[in-house]
């Protein structure tokens, strides 16, 4: 193999600055886990917590669907509740600090989504 | 059965015409049109309202109750329920021999809810429609602001946001979404609070009683009866959209 020692010191460079993000991670501790505070004052939400950390984001929009293009406000939740359907009303009624609860999750995954693009988090909740 | 081409065009001619009747005469459309359920409507008594000629108690309640920004520049301006000269909002009206009070004011204009609305046969991602209830809808989630809407509304009723609305409103209500730059807005007739059997904000905020909410689908509803008993105008009717916001004058 001609310039066999430049290729291979090439290619381990090359996998060395690709990877990068998999040294560091393995070199310096990666980043922690998010905390997130739930309520105290309300026991249950309006499905289990491991349906809402998956698919929190359907059950919006399945609630937005229904409010705004359907008309339906309400709705029986799997928990028993009865619910207005809406983010601000219902769901940030207990999770009422958007930095710590929604925040927390969404930054330690980096997605961005656009609800308070419009909806208003509550008072005080950026404190 | 030997089937000929005789009698396969004939069969084909056939399906073709039943096709296109069921698609010309859909079954149970006039069904839903008086199918049950209230068919919003307004009304505005023009005399009551030019009494108080500078009031402007109806439109503040609206914007607070909808987070409707004041913007600096009248060209980015937000409008939901606001005054026109009488020529511009009744362009069609002739009106030579008018009484000056009513032809030299503003008049109250604001959606007129149209049974047959421009603005929705546009809309290319239908992000606004006309409910059964007779509310011209929108859904903000779904409108990507290609403003067809506001060409096609003749009333320009519906407004566009230039530029991010929240630094302009002094106090946002929580419990109603502000816009974001780039999607269309315009009055809902208070669709929020319908079912909570409440009136719309502007006609509960209007001390002189000039604004009226109700049902014409109910014929016995007081609506009805001041349209039975007096006689009121629409914007611009020769237009065919059908506005569902009727003027006492």
């Known amino acids: 193999m001609y310039d066999g020692g430049k290729i291979l010191a090439g290619i381990a460079i090359f996998l060395g600055l690709v990877l990068l993000p998999v040294w560091h991670n393995a070199v310096v501790a990666s980043a922690p886990r998010p905390e997130v505070k739930t309520p105290t004052h309300e026991k249950h939400c309006v499905d289990s917590a491991a349906v809402m950390r998956a698919s929190h984001m ?46 927390a999750c969404h930054n330690y995954l980096a997605v961005s989504p656009t609800c308070w693009e419009c909806h208003v988090e509550p008072k005080g909740s950026s404190s | 059965m030997k089937a000929g081409r005789r009698s396969f065009l004939k069969n084909a001619g056939l399906g073709a015409l039943g096709l296109a009747a069921s698609k010309a005469f859909p079954a149970g459309a006039e069904g839903a049109k008086a199918g049950g359920g209230p068919r919003w409507a307004m009304l505005i008594d023009t005399r009551k309202c030019l009494e108080e000629k500078e009031c402007a108690k109806c439109a503040e309640a609206c914007h607070e109750a909808h987070n409707v920004p004041t913007l600096p520049n009248p060209r980015h301006e937000v409008k939901w329920i606001w005054k026109e000269n009488f020529r511009e909002a009744f362009p069609d009206q002739e009106a030579e021999y008018f009484d000056e009070v009513l032809t030299s004011s503003k008049m109250l204009v604001f959606c007129n809810h149209c049974d047959k609305p421009p603005c929705t046969r546009v809309c290319p991602t239908q992000a606004t429609w006309r409910r059964a209830d007779g509310v011209v809808m929108m859904d903000w989630h779904r409108c990507i602001g290609c403003r067809y809407c506001v060409a096609a509304c003749p009333y320009g009723s519906r ?25 269309v807005e315009k009055c809902t007739f208070c669709e929020e609070r319908l079912p909570e059997h409440r009136s719309p904000a502007c006609v509960e905020a209007c001390e002189a009683k000039a604004m009226m909410f109700g049902d014409l689908a109910d014929p016995t509803s007081e609506i009805r009866e001041v349209l039975r008993t007096r006689f009121a105008v629409r914007r611009r009717p020769g237009l065919g959209t059908h506005p569902e916001i009727f003027y006492l004058v």
């Not at chain 1, 293009?69 to 809406?86: I, L």
């Not at chain 2, 946001?161 to 999607?183: F, Q």
Request: charged letters at 20%; glycine letters at 4%; a positive charge.
């Open chain 2, 159 to 183: 407004s566009f946001n230039w530029i991010d609305p929240r630094p302009h409103l002094a106090n946002v209500t929580p419990t109603y979404p502000t816009r974001t730059r780039g999607v």
């Open chain 1, 58 to 103: 359907n059950v919006l929009d399945q609630w937005r669907d229904a409010v705004v293009r359907e008309g339906v406000r309400t709705t029986v939740t799997p928990t028993g509740m009865t619910v207005s359907m809406s983010l601000t009303k219902t769901c940030m009624n207990c999770h009422a600090n958007k930095k710590e609860f929604c925040d």
